[in-house]
């Protein structure tokens, strides 16, 4: 009997529509699965499948991927009851040909069910064995006509696989959070991160204001409206084209950041003329909030372990004109004050490395990609570049260590650990009012922020600031 989930071992003939969105989404799904690299990297990677799409086709490659990916768990349940081999045991493109099929028939009622299974069926038969093809035929037809008589698990018996399948997240993480939360705020957090959010970012107001940027952008977006908490903030929903084709984003009047994350560098509190570190600076989304927030006066250093992000960096600081930015490519890890010619810094951010567990609803892969074992080896990284940050910091300036994850051995455990060695710091309240954050329960009394899923459209944040005693 032919092996549906063996590959084909001769050469594979080249395709005839290379420019076909589905197929583009399955390679892009084939080479995320394969990395531990996040999702955004990958499409970064897969530019040149992506270009020669139409734009129309564009969109509805990335409506695949993040759809199939977001909720591959339940498709994977849909499809098990009428395959006779265990979904685990067939090859990776075979199985995402299958989830990407059953995504379109589920979720995408302007798909023909005839176009999703005809296409999974041609590609199979490019890709393997002609059996392999009438396999996923065989499936796909039982499956599109019968998947909603599949039942879920039974909430009364197992409400932990009842929620991991119906909102398509993994058991691990279902289990860890109704131990913390309760039955019922769980299944609402994990119904939340399937809802697509809303496209954020930060009016550059070095360039221009908040009610300008809007009504620069209103005829390019659907439902545009400013955030409630920060001041720079704006959301819209379906823009009708790519925003960095905008003209608002070419002149750089915005850079492109959930709330959440804005509310960290508001919690740094910068000011003109000082100096600061960005201690974990990436592309330099806060970097540009940093010196927005200076006035573009003073002295901004940016680090990181990459030199091609450093290099973006410059380019994006550039595009917002910002000229007091310098880079350099520090591990914070390793770092000493002889790096920063023992001069020492008024305020350091230290935005870690993290799980993401936070950003799910924007990273869908990530929840297939973490483990335990991964947020134990975070925290511990987290906590030894916290303590190194001290060290850079002059007696009297502030230390703000922010995360985009919610689980408390990444924040609160790390914070706590923190105090716990150096007795010269001291945790200070994160804005100067907080009775709106505290209202909404975005501020505890221990003085940290923390922000979930799905709680007012923001990504899911820890920041704490510290103050360096003078004493």
Known sequence: ???????????????????????????????NQKTRRPLDAVLEDSTSGLEPLSRRDRGLANALIYGTLRWQHYLDWLIQPFSNRELKTLAPDILYLMRLAMFQVVFMDRIPVSAAVNTAVDIARERAHKGTAGFVNAVLRKAVSDYPNVALPDASHDPEEQIAVSTSMPITLVRRWINRFGVNPTEALCKSINNIPPITVRTNALKT??????????????????????????????????????????????????????????????KPGERILDACAGLGGKSGHIAQLMKDQGCLIAIDTDNTKLTRLMQEMARLGVTITETRTVDLVKATPADFDNTLFDRVLVDAPCSGLGVLRRNPDAKWKHNKRDIARLAIRQQKMLLNAADLVKPGGRLVFAVCSCETRENEDVMTGFLNERSDFEIVPPFKNSEKMKKHNMVSEKGFMRTYPNHLEMDGFFAVAFTKTLS
């Open 1 to 31: 009997m032919t092996q549906p989930y063996k590959k084909k071992t001769e050469k594979k003939k080249s395709s005839p529509l290379l420019n076909d969105p589905r197929r583009v989404s399955l390679n892009i799904l084939l080479a």
């Open 209 to 270: 204001d908040r009610e300008t940027l809007i009504t620069r952008l209103k005829d390019d977006v659907e439902e545009i409206f400013p955030t409630d908490f920060s001041l720079f903030g704006v959301s819209f929903h379906k823009p009708s084209r790519p925003i960095f084709e905008t003209e608002a984003f070419q002149s750089g009047l915005f850079q492109v950041q959930d709330e959440a994350a804005q509310l960290v560098t508001e919690i740094l509190d910068p």
